[in-house]
């Protein structure tokens, strides 16, 4: 719903059921080296935003997760502002403010895959690692999951010239190893320069999990 970049926009109220609690995180990519920012949590919603009903997702902080404890069914309302620039956020809206729970989740009887309770700290993300989900897999089956993240992602091309960028979005997942809905998808190439390619192999998936038993 973002544009890919705008103007201070006034903020918009919303209200809506939680669809997901997912971590908010951007990659930076520079050929075969990658780092995270851990910037908060994403909701995903089904209800009005503005005069508009759709789904539309909100992006909040990790404080602002930690007070209200967010889940999937939960009922809320609030006000967001649309994203800046989309193509460094995983959500529509952002500086979410006045938020209240209206309803509170009751009883459920998920059983997981997918893993639908309270998301952990980002810390708990961070310390777990992530190996790469494929796109249609995270869309169909792991969209509502706490372990699934799509990340916004910034590739600088040449080092030497840190201006010449390019963007996308990759999706991943820091879930169980012996999850049965895990696809991985084909091997993501990040560009460099003079039309260099560098291939993210699967034994980079491997390290960094590697520290997790199958169903941890």
């Known amino acids: 719903m973002a544009g890919q970049s705008k103007t201070k926009s006034p903020k918009l109220s919303?209200?809506?059921e939680v669809l997901s609690v997912q971590p908010r995180i951007r990659l930076l990519r520079s050929f075969d080296q990658r780092s995270h920012s851990y910037l908060g949590y994403a909701l995903l919603l089904?209800?009005?935003i503005g005069d508009e009903e759709c789904d539309f997702s909100i992006g909040i902080g990790k404080a602002v997760q930690s007070k209200h404890q967010f889940q999937v069914g939960d009922l809320v309302k609030g006000l967001a502002a649309s994203v800046m620039d989309s193509r460094m956020e995983p959500v529509d809206f952002y500086k979410a403010s006045g938020l209240k729970i209206l309803k509170r989740k009751g009883v459920q009887n998920n059983v997981p895959p997918p893993w639908q309770g309270l998301p952990p700290d980002?810390?708990?993300y961070r310390d777990r690692g992530h190996r790469r989900l494929d796109a249609r897999t995270y869309s169909?089956?792991?969209i509502s999951c706490i372990w699934g993240c799509k990340m916004p992602v910034e590739i600088i091309i040449d080092n030497w010239n840190p201006e010449k960028k390019k963007y996308r979005f990759e999706t991943?997942?820091?879930g169980p190893k012996s999850c049965s809905f895990?696809?991985?998808g084909a091997v993501r190439t990040v560009?460099?320069?003079q039309g260099t390619k560098w291939r993210e192999e699967d034994?980079?998936?491997e390290d960094a999990i590697s520290h997790r038993g199958p169903d941890d």
Do not use: H, M, N, V
Request: glycine share 12%; net charge positive.
């Open 122 to 124: 980002l810390e708990t």
């Open 140 to 142: 169909s089956k792991c």
């Open 46 to 48: 089904r209800g009005i």
């Open 182 to 184: 895990y696809r991985a």
């Open 191 to 193: 560009p460099g320069r």
């Open 172 to 174: 991943f997942c820091y």
């Open 14 to 16: 919303w209200q809506g």
């Open 203 to 205: 034994w980079i998936d």
